[in-house]
């Protein structure tokens, strides 16, 4: 981008930015901050339960839960002491390896 149209968006969100300081109060710009907010939290919730409805697979987890109980291994021969792969898999995190892979292969 140019330096003359940066300063062309500067001095425009400057003129935005005074004429909404001059032309509203500190209590409706509160409650515009705040609504934005409640608004990225509610966003947040709905994005984890359409993950957790949609992409999460229970029958997958509980699959690659047994395979380790009975004494399968989907992590390779590499002891890496429960952490799994950069720390993001393995048991103490309940995601093992074989999961991982079958949603991505399911995708």
């Not at 032309?23 to 994005?47: K, P």
């Amino acid at each position: 981008m140019s330096p003359r149209m940066e300063q062309v968006f500067y001095n425009c969100h400057l003129k935005v930015s005074n004429f909404v300081l001059v032309n509203t109060s500190d209590r409706l710009r509160s409650l515009v901050e705040h609504a934005v907010l409640g608004l990225a939290v509610c966003a947040f919730v709905l994005v984890t339960l359409c993950h957790r409805t949609f992409v999460h697979r229970d029958d997958v987890a509980s699959l690659a839960r047994q395979l380790n109980d009975a004494g399968g291994t989907c992590t390779g021969n590499v002891d890496d002491g429960g952490y799994g792969l950069l720390g993001l898999f393995g048991q103490q995190h309940g995601v093992s390896m074989y999961s991982f892979i079958v949603q991505l292969a399911s995708t």
